[in-house]
């Protein structure tokens, strides 16, 4: 069942509901990145019985989030409901968990919030990843940035075992596949080349306003001396570019520490 008749499945079942949707949205997408989860209520009527109003708004709340994850970023424009991406509804709602309800007995209504993980098992990159490998939606660049650096190309003392983008100063959104290309438009690195294990588990880096957050949450990773690339272009709002030596310290990085197949990054955002 795709997104479209998945849709018509929960319209349907919503005419012997009433409830509706909590006013206040969830967190911009942004927030949804660093958080690493997508979160929503939904809110039965009232003169309800508890079962019927705890359902009612349940399927409000998981008609919320097929809305919200729709609109979440695959890279550039290009959003989950763009294409009716592949996941079946009924794969998207069984990796949700319910994050609190309420009932108002005096009212006869209740209130439902739900989760889904962004990363880890029954996360979204664990539904939608086998997905865009099959489909492969993001265009092909013909054109690779070379595997090894270039000799003229001085690396530092220590080279280093992860990576932080410093964005802040750009229109960066993250999305589902924000990936690496140099400034001829090269690519570097794919996040598809990540291998399953990592891109399920954390994506394809993680996301902080803070740097001693953003390291610190390389430290968890082993990182302990990442290196922070100042970016100062974007491709289509998520694609970071680099300079071809900024490229070159990746790739020693990525021969060394397998900084980028095992998703050591961070991008630095705005707050």
Not at 1 to 22: A, D, E, K, P, V
Not at 178 to 197: C, G, K, W
Not at 248 to 259: D, I, N, P, T
């Amino acid at each position: 069942m795709n997104f479209r008749n998945g849709g018509m499945f929960i319209l349907l079942f919503l005419s012997t509901l009433t409830g509706s949707i909590q006013a206040r949205d969830p967190a911009p997408f942004p927030e949804i990145f660093k958080k690493g989860y997508v979160e929503v209520k939904g809110k039965s009527e009232g003169k309800q019985s508890r079962f019927q109003a705890w359902r009612a708004a349940e399927v409000m709340a998981q008609r919320e989030l097929l809305r919200v994850l729709q609109k979440i970023r695959i890279y550039g424009s290009k959003e989950i409901g763009g294409g009716s991406p592949a996941a079946d509804v009924e794969g998207f709602l069984k990796g949700s968990v319910t994050c609190g309800s309420v009932y108002d007995e005096e009212r006869g209504q209740a209130e439902v919030c739900l989760r889904l993980n962004l990363y880890g098992p029954q996360g979204l990159y664990d539904y939608i990843l086998p997905w865009l490998k099959q489909n492969r939606i993001v265009p092909e660049y013909h054109l690779v940035y070379a595997a090894e650096p270039t000799p003229a190309i001085a690396l530092p003392d220590s080279i280093p075992d992860g990576v932080i983008f410093d964005v802040r100063a750009l229109p960066f959104q993250p999305a589902l596949l924000n990936r690496i290309l140099t400034s001829q438009d090269t690519l570097v690195f794919d996040p598809l080349r990540i291998d399953s294990e990592f891109l399920i588990a954390y994506g394809c880096g993680a996301y902080s306003a803070d740097l001693p957050a953003a390291r610190n949450l390389l430290l968890q990773r082993g990182s302990r001396n990442p290196l922070v690339l100042f970016v100062q272009e974007l491709d289509r709002q998520t694609d970071v570019k680099v300079s071809p030596e900024q490229a070159g310290f990746l790739m020693a990085s990525e021969k060394a520490f397998q900084v980028l197949s095992q998703a050591k990054i961070v991008f630095w955002v705005q707050e």
